[in-house]
C-alpha cells in the first residue's frame, strides 16, 4: 500500500511541476475531501497544492507539499535528490514540515546529515545544475546514508501526512 501511495504522490508532483492536472477546475470542499480515502485525500491535495506557487500556500498547505515531494524524492533517488530538484521550492522548509507533521525520527536523522554535510538549507545554490555529470558527483560530495539507511525503519510519512491534513482540514479549504 505503501508504495501505491508513493506512486501516485510520485505522477501527481511530476504532472504538476509538467503544469498537467488530472482536475477538470472542480474545487473540493473540506467537507468532501473529509468523505474521501486517505489516499484519495493526499492525492487531490497534492494535485491542488502543485498548481500553485510554494510561497502562496498557506503554512498546512507547505507541509503537505513539501513533505509528499521529500517523500517521492527520497524514494526515488534520496535525498540528494530532493535538494537538488526542490533548491528553489519546498527544499528550505523540510526541517519545520517534518517538525509540524510530528515525524521526529526523521527530522533528527536529516538534521544530523544535513549538519555533517555542512548543508545551509537556505542556500541550496550548490545542488541546482542542469548536468548529468555534475549531479552525479553530487551523490559523491554528500552522504546521507545515516538518514537514507534507517529510512524504511522510521514511521511512514504518508502516515504522517494523512494525520496531519485529518487535523487540519480547515486549512485546505
Do not use: W
Not at 498537467?20 to 484519495?40: F, G, K, N, P, R
Not at 522548509?93 to 538549507?121: F, R, T
Amino acid at each position: 500500500m505503501k508504495s501505491l501511495i508513493c506512486l501516485v504522490i510520485s505522477i501527481c508532483v511530476v504532472l504538476s511541476f509538467a503544469g498537467c492536472s488530472l482536475q477538470q477546475d472542480v474545487d473540493i470542499t473540506v467537507a468532501d475531501m473529509l468523505e474521501l480515502s486517505d489516499d484519495e485525500m493526499i492525492t487531490e491535495l497534492v494535485i491542488e497544492l502543485g498548481e500553485d506557487d510554494f510561497n502562496s500556500l498557506n503554512e498546512s498547505e507547505k507541509v503537505i507539499y513539501t513533505a509528499a515531494a521529500f517523500e517521492m524524492e527520497v524514494l526515488n533517488g534520496g535525498v540528494v535528490q530532493f535538494l537538488s530538484n526542490e533548491a528553489y521550492g519546498s527544499a528550505s522548509y523540510v526541517c519545520e514540515a517534518l517538525e509540524k507533521l510530528g515525524a521526529e525520527d526523521h527530522l533528527n536523522l536529516l538534521q544530523q546529515d544535513l549538519e555533517k554535510n555542512k548543508v545551509n538549507l537556505n542556500d541550496l545554490s550548490a545542488f541546482v545544475t542542469d548536468d548529468l555529470d555534475a549531479f552525479s558527483k553530487l551523490y559523491d560530495q554528500y552522504n546521507f546514508d545515516t538518514y537514507e539507511n534507517e529510512y524504511y525503519n522510521m514511521p511512514s510519512i504518508p502516515d504522517s501526512i494523512r494525520t496531519y491534513i485529518r487535523n487540519h482540514a480547515e486549512d485546505f479549504s
